[in-house]
């Protein structure tokens, strides 16, 4: 396993755990440098300059683990820097990547409904929408716009209340109907990352 470096981290997902009272908030890694990174939160208002976290973010194959301490607050940006060693540990998670502004379609059976996509990885997609999925559901998804969109299906691994929105967040594992369609997803995922045959 190659040496964690934080500047391969942009763009994936986040959990952060605050060691004063050990409460969590989830983003997204917006910005690196060699020492300081930037998160994009949905909550930030109990979080204060000098607080120590615990970072986590997934990148192909392997969990980064960021001792950090809060260097700055704005509006729904955090500012860390890194407060000790960076380390990383082999994972069975896969990455996952922001996605805004790409249209997403689900249907389920024959009927149409409205949701958010939030996230991609190698072989899901996070999404919100406003009704309750149940879970195993089976669902079809075309994702991207009408001339290169990738359809295929996939089945509800969770769905949550979001109690901030009154949405759900929902969790789609993708099953790829054949090679081509496992390729055309890949094309969708930040540049260097490979997705393995399953």
Same mark, same amino acid.
């Given at each position: 396993?190659?040496?964690?470096?934080?500047?391969?981290?942009?763009?994936?997902?986040?959990?952060?755990?605050?060691?004063?009272?050990?409460?969590?908030?989830?983003?997204?890694?917006?910005?690196?440098?060699? *020492?300081?990174?930037?998160?994009? #939160?949905? @909550?930030?208002?109990?979080?204060?300059?000098? &607080?120590? =976290?615990?970072?986590? $973010?997934?990148?192909?194959?392997?969990?980064?683990?960021?001792?950090?301490?809060?260097?700055?607050?704005?509006?729904?940006?955090?500012?860390?820097?890194?407060?000790?060693?960076?380390?990383?540990?082999?994972?069975?998670?896969?990455?996952?990547?922001?996605? *805004?502004?790409?249209?997403?379609? #689900?249907? @389920?059976?024959?009927?149409?409904?409205?949701? &958010?996509? =939030?996230?991609?990885? $190698?072989?899901?997609?996070?999404?919100?929408?406003?009704?309750?999925?149940?879970?195993?559901?089976?669902?079809?998804?075309?994702?991207?716009?009408?001339?290169?969109?990738?359809?295929?299906?996939?089945?509800?691994?969770?769905?949550?209340?979001?109690?901030?929105?009154?949405?759900?967040?929902?969790?789609?594992?993708?099953?790829?109907?054949?090679?081509?369609?496992?390729?055309?997803?890949?094309?969708?995922?930040?540049?260097?990352?490979?997705?393995?045959?399953?």
């Amino acid at each position: 396993m190659k040496e964690p470096n934080l500047t391969e981290l942009s763009g994936t997902r986040c959990r952060l755990q605050r060691l004063s009272d050990m409460k969590f908030f989830a983003g997204w890694i917006q910005s690196t440098s060699d *020492r300081t990174y930037r998160v994009e #939160l949905t @909550d930030n208002k109990d979080l204060a300059p000098g &607080q120590l =976290l615990h970072c986590e $973010a997934t990148t192909d194959g392997c969990t980064v683990l960021i001792p950090s301490v809060v260097v700055g607050v704005m509006d729904k940006a955090l500012h860390l820097a890194t407060a000790g060693e960076v380390r990383s540990h082999a994972s069975g998670q896969e990455p996952r990547y922001a996605m *805004r502004d790409v249209k997403l379609r #689900l249907f @389920d059976e024959d009927t149409e409904f409205d949701a &958010q996509i =939030l996230d991609i990885s $190698a072989n899901g997609i996070g999404f919100k929408c406003t009704e309750p999925l149940r879970r195993f559901a089976r669902l079809k998804v075309c994702l991207g716009n009408l001339e290169s969109a990738v359809e295929s299906a996939g089945n509800v691994m969770y769905c949550r209340a979001d109690q901030s929105t009154g949405d759900y967040r929902v969790g789609l594992r993708i099953e790829f109907p054949d090679r081509l369609t496992r390729a055309r997803w890949q094309q969708l995922l930040p540049t260097g990352t490979n997705i393995e045959a399953a």
